[in-house]
T-cell receptor
Framework: KAGVTQTPRYLIKTRGQQVTLSCSPI?????VSWYQQTPGQGLQFLFE???????NKGNFPGRFSGRQFSNSRSEMNVSTLELGDSALYLC????????????FGSGTQLSVL | GESVGLHLPTLSVQEGDNSIINCAYS??????FIWYKQESGKGPQFIID?????DKRQGQRVTVLLNKTVKHLSLQIAATQPGDSAVYFC????????????FGQGTELSVKP
């Protein structure tokens, strides 16, 4: 069974631009979570989706948004990029409605110049 | 508030020795704890979990201990191998506070051959 797939693997953007990251969960998994990982802040929870509904949201500004499609694939969008948005963005999936035993992808490394 | 932190940011051990990675948490309402391993260039990988009604759980070469009295969690790795070199994160879930997974800052384990 294929793991969690995130695309693209690397991305370089400039301040003020917007970006969309994609995540394909493990087949059969209906819950997708997104995390931002930086050296200074560690792994910070962004949001969680289950069956196309946002179940949880972290403490990030409204520039960060996400959605989940009927096939459980998910996207997150960051508008008006800032230098501080440079980070590894990780997607994780799980079969049920809890965040137990999340399966993570390898992430998208976003660099904002 | 809730937070999960680690006592030691780095740990260096000799191959074959046992490793102990520690984690402190602040919220006595935490229901579930997980240890993740993250290798360079990869997303976190689930190692072992423990529920708050338990104080010990064993896996293959790994043991997690939970001391609720002092809000302390530890991961013990037996006969540490070079392949165990990675960053280890503890994480917690508090179900009545949304059930999202909250990560600690991480400990880097370096195994010397």
């Amino acid at each position: 069974k294929a793991g969690v797939t995130q695309t693209p693997r690397y991305l370089i953007k400039t301040r003020g631009q917007q970006v969309t990251l994609s995540c394909s969960p493990i087949s059969g998994h209906r819950s997708v979570s997104w995390y931002q990982q930086t050296p200074g802040q560690g792994l910070q929870f962004l949001f969680e989706y289950f069956s196309e509904t946002q179940r949880n949201k972290g403490n990030f500004p409204g520039r960060f948004s996400g959605r989940q499609f009927s096939n459980s694939r998910s996207e997150m969008n960051v508008s008006t990029l800032e230098l501080g948005d440079s980070a590894l963005y990780l997607c994780a999936s799980t079969p049920g409605q809890t965040s137990e035993k999340l399966f993570f992808g390898s992430g998208t490394q976003l660099s904002v110049l | 508030g809730e937070s999960v932190g680690l006592h030691l940011p780095t740990l260096s051990v000799q191959e074959g020795d046992n490793s102990i990675i520690n984690c402190a948490y602040s919220n006595s309402a935490s229901d579930y704890f997980i240890w993740y391993k993250q290798e360079s260039g990869k997303g976190p990988q689930f190692i072992i979990d423990i529920r708050s009604n338990m104080d010990k759980r064993q896996g293959q070469r790994v043991t997690v201990l939970l001391n609720k009295t002092v809000k302390h969690l530890s991961l013990q790795i037996a006969a540490t191998q070079p392949g165990d070199s990675a960053v280890y994160f503890c994480a917690e879930i508090i179900y009545n506070q949304g059930g999202k997974l909250i990560f600690g800052q991480g400990t880097e384990l370096s195994v010397k051959p």
